[in-house]
C-alpha cells in the first residue's frame, strides 16, 4: 500500500519512528528551497529509513542527536552502497527539527577559560559589538590570531600575560616569507588589534602593539592586469543564454565589464537596488558606502530577461540566486568569481587572469583610453579616496614614455 508524503513524494509504505509525523512538512520545506524531485524523494526515503531505525533503538524525539546520525549511517553502510551526501542529506533533516522546534539544540562543550578556542572567542566578540567591524575583516584577523596563540602557547592552557615582543617578533619573522606582501601587512594588522585589545582586557600592562615588526608594502608596485574589450566581446559570446545559468551569468559578467562593480556588490544587490524608471542602480560598496551608477540598456535587458525566465522562485531580495537548491542568494562574492572562473575556463578567451577584478581594471583602461579623468574614473569605480585611483596612470604607456628622458648616446 502507497502512502502519500505530500503532493511531490509517494512512498511504497508508511514511515515510522519518531520522525515519521515529521517527514512531509520536511518535504515541503525542500520543494520550497528549489530542490528537484529526484533528490526531493531521496532526502525523504532517507530520513524514513533513518526514522525506522531510531525506533529499534528506543530513541525518542528529545533525544536525536548528531551521534545518532553517525551511527545510522555506520550502521546503513554494512547494508548497503553508501553515498557521499548521505552525511548531509541527514544533517539537514535534523537541522529542520531543530529549526522547527521539535528536537532541541545540542549543548556544545563549554571551552576551557584557558583555551585558544575560549579567546578566540572573546575576541571576537570584543570586534564585533564594541569595535563595529565587519565579518570579513573579523575572519580574517581572527584567523591570524588564531596561528598567533597556537604558535606561542601549542595546546597548552593561554597566558597573554606571558607575552612577550620577542615572541611577537619571532612569529612575525617566521609567518611573513610565507605571505605575499598585502597578506603579510593584513598579518601584522590583526596582531596589533589583538595586542590592543589584550592591554584593554588588562592582560597585558605594557603596549606589545608597538613591538609588531613593520612589513614593507609600497603602493602601485604592479600595473593591474586589465581584460581587453575584445576579450569581453568573445566571453560574452561564449555564454549559452538558451538556459536559465546562462542568462544569469551573462548578466553577471555584464554588470562586471559594463559598470565595474566589485564581486561582493553584484553577490548583494538587491531587487530594490534597481529603479527601473530612471534607469539607475544603486550600489552597496565598502563601508555601506552607496554608489548611484546609471543602468546601461544592455545591463538591464540582461537582468530584466534573467528575473522574467532563470530566477527560481524564492523570497529572498537578492537579484542573483544559486542555480542549484537551495535556491538561496550566494554567500559573497567568492561565488561571483567561482562563476567568472569557470566561464572563462569554458571559452577560449585568453585573459589575463581567472579573477573578476579584471573586469573592473578594464573599464577604467578602456575610459583612460578614451579620454576621461582620474575623478571620473573614481566615480564610476566607486573609490573614496583619489589616490586609489592613481594607479590606473601607469597603464597609459605610450603617454608615459614622452616623460622618460632620452636615453644617455642615443642607446635604445
Not at 548583494?268 to 534597481?274: A, M
Request: charged share 20%.
Amino acid at each position: 500500500m502507497k502512502f502519500v508524503i505530500n503532493s511531490q513524494v509517494v512512498l511504497s509504505r508508511a514511515p515510522e519512528g519518531p520522525i515519521a509525523p515529521y517527514l512531509g512538512m520536511f518535504a515541503d520545506s525542500l520543494d520550497a528551497m528549489g530542490y528537484s524531485l529526484q533528490w526531493l524523494h531521496r532526502q525523504v526515503m532517507l530520513g524514513s529509513c533513518f526514522s525506522q531505525w531510531l525506533k529499534q533503538k528506543g530513541v525518542v524525539l528529545q533525544d536525536i542527536t548528531s551521534d545518532h546520525v553517525r551511527r545510522y549511517l555506520r550502521y546503513r553502510a554494512r547494508r548497503a552502497q553508501p553515498r557521499g551526501d548521505d552525511h548531509a542529506a541527514l544533517a539537514h533533516l535534523v537541522y529542520f527539527l531543530h529549526r522547527e522546534g521539535v528536537v532541541p539544540e545540542e549543548r556544545r562543550a563549554v571551552p576551557d577559560p584557558f583555551s585558544v578556542d575560549h579567546c578566540i572567542h572573546a575576541y571576537e566578540v570584543y570586534l564585533r559589538e564594541a569595535r563595529a567591524l565587519a565579518t570579513v575583516t573579523i575572519v580574517c584577523y581572527v584567523g591570524f590570531v588564531r596561528e598567533f596563540l597556537k604558535h606561542r602557547f601549542g595546546t597548552g592552557s593561554v597566558n597573554l600575560s606571558c607575552l612577550s615582543a620577542a615572541d611577537i617578533v619571532r612569529f612575525v619573522g617566521h609567518l611573513a616569507p610565507r605571505l605575499h606582501r598585502k597578506r603579510a601587512k593584513l598579518m601584522t594588522t590583526s596582531l596589533r588589534s589583538f595586542l590592543n585589545y589584550a592591554r584593554y582586557c588588562g592582560e597585558v600592562d605594557v603596549d606589545l602593539a608597538a613591538a609588531v615588526p613593520v612589513v614593507p608594502n609600497w603602493s602601485m608596485t604592479s600595473i593591474p592586469r586589465a581584460i581587453a574589450p575584445e576579450q569581453v566581446r568573445q566571453l560574452l559570446a561564449s555564454i549559452d543564454r538558451r538556459t536559465a545559468t546562462g542568462r544569469r551569468d551573462y548578466a553577471i559578467v555584464l554588470l562586471l565589464a559594463r559598470l565595474g562593480l566589485r564581486s561582493g556588490e553584484v553577490a548583494s544587490l538587491q531587487l530594490d537596488d534597481i529603479d527601473w524608471k530612471v534607469g539607475q542602480l544603486s550600489v552597496h560598496g565598502k563601508s555601506g558606502h552607496r554608489n548611484e551608477l546609471p543602468l546601461p540598456d544592455d545591463v538591464g535587458r540582461a537582468i530584466a530577461a534573467y528575473l522574467k525566465s532563470g530566477r527560481p522562485f524564492s523570497t529572498s531580495r537578492c537579484v542573483f540566486l544559486r542555480a542549484r537548491a537551495p535556491a538561496c542568494a550566494f554567500q559573497g562574492g567568492c561565488a561571483i568569481g567561482s562563476i567568472v572562473r569557470h566561464r572563462l575556463q569554458r571559452s577560449d578567451v585568453d585573459a589575463p587572469t581567472f579573477g573578476a577584478h579584471q573586469f573592473r581594471h578594464g573599464l577604467a583602461t578602456e575610459m583612460l583610453r578614451r579620454g576621461a579623468s582620474l575623478g571620473e574614473i573614481g566615480d564610476v569605480l566607486g573609490h573614496r579616496h583619489p589616490q586609489t585611483t592613481m594607479i590606473y596612470t601607469k597603464i597609459d604607456i605610450q603617454a608615459l614614455r614622452k616623460l622618460a628622458p632620452p636615453w644617455p648616446r642615443g642607446a635604445q
